[in-house]
């Protein structure tokens, strides 16, 4: 009688896990899996998103590495990326040193930093456009930084950065509560200095931390969309293109949707290709530390 009890509490709960599984599984291939299959087969076409199209096998892949307006905005994405990623990442673990410290307010202070994560980005960006555009120039006499080619792309940076520390500063303080208190003590036993410690001891042992840190905010960075459409909509003269902004801009409203379904499939395997590669190289450091 026990074993048909368990039997059946056993069969129970495997029908209650099914019928919780089944209901987020397709939902998830209804709005992400099918999706990407549909995109995939839209790039083998001639397609405007519209009407009739043609079958033109690999003619959008061929016609991708010779776009000079695709090739700089792949450019101009990487270049935003990988110095919003190290300002994130820079600030952020100099913030969660000062949080884990002992200082007042702690708790008080961790929630004010974590406010930018809160606010959408469509908003954050539309408050930092006004910010640069009427409130700078007016202090510094200068014109709107958002007017330049050159330094647009400065301003994305820094609203990247202001908003992405919320969450890796989060992640940096529960590595950093995690290192034992012991291990600085002995340390200081040993003569280690304040930059001694974080060196050989504190990055050491946060390195599963950094590795995080630096795949989920390169992966964010690089399909940043949001700030682009609220502060410049990828001017001027198309010097701050996105990725992402190019292929939904394009690809919806240009005319181009199998071109830009093409742009999408390399864009993915791209951005799989760096998380992978990312996580082995630093995998490997944290092996050598």
């Known amino acids: ?140 006499g200068t014109e709107s930084i958002l007017a330049s080619t050159e330094w647009a792309w400065v301003a994305i940076v820094i609203v990247l950065v202001w908003q992405a520390c919320a969450q890796t500063t989060i992640i940096y303080l529960t590595g950093l509560s995690s290192v034992p208190e012991d291990v600085y003590e002995a340390a200081a036993l040993d003569g280690a200095t304040g930059w001694n410690k974080f060196r050989y001891i504190t990055f050491p042992l946060i390195m599963p931390s950094v590795t995080t840190n630096m795949v989920l905010v390169m992966k964010d960075m690089l399909m940043v969309f949001d700030q682009i459409v609220s502060m410049t909509s990828g001017g001027p003269a198309q010097s701050t293109e996105s990725i992402s902004y190019l292929i939904y801009n394009n690809g919806l409203a240009g005319g181009q949707f199998g071109y830009q379904c093409a742009n999408a499939v390399i864009f993915f395997i791209l951005i799989a290709a760096v998380s992978i590669l990312q996580t082995k190289f630093l995998n490997s450091k944290e092996e050598q530390l």
Do not use: E, W
């Open 1 to 140: 009688m026990a074993n048909l009890a368990k039997a059946k509490n056993g069969s129970d709960r495997n029908r209650t896990f099914m019928m919780i599984l089944i209901p987020v599984l397709v939902i998830f291939c209804a709005f992400n899996t099918v999706p990407l299959i549909t995109g995939f087969l839209y790039s083998f076409t001639d397609s405007k998103g519209y009407g009739a199209f043609n079958i033109i096998g690999l003619q959008n892949y061929m016609d991708l590495f010779s776009d000079a307006r695709v090739l700089n905005s792949y450019l101009f994405t990487f270049k935003v990326a990988v110095v919003a990623t190290l300002g994130t990442n820079i600030i952020s673990l100099i913030l969660a040193m000062g949080l884990s410290s002992k200082i007042k307010f702690k708790s008080a202070l961790r929630g004010l930093y974590f406010v930018p994560r809160i606010l959408g980005a469509l908003v954050v960006g539309y408050v930092f456009s006004y910010f640069f555009t009427y409130i700078v120039p007016a202090i510094t």
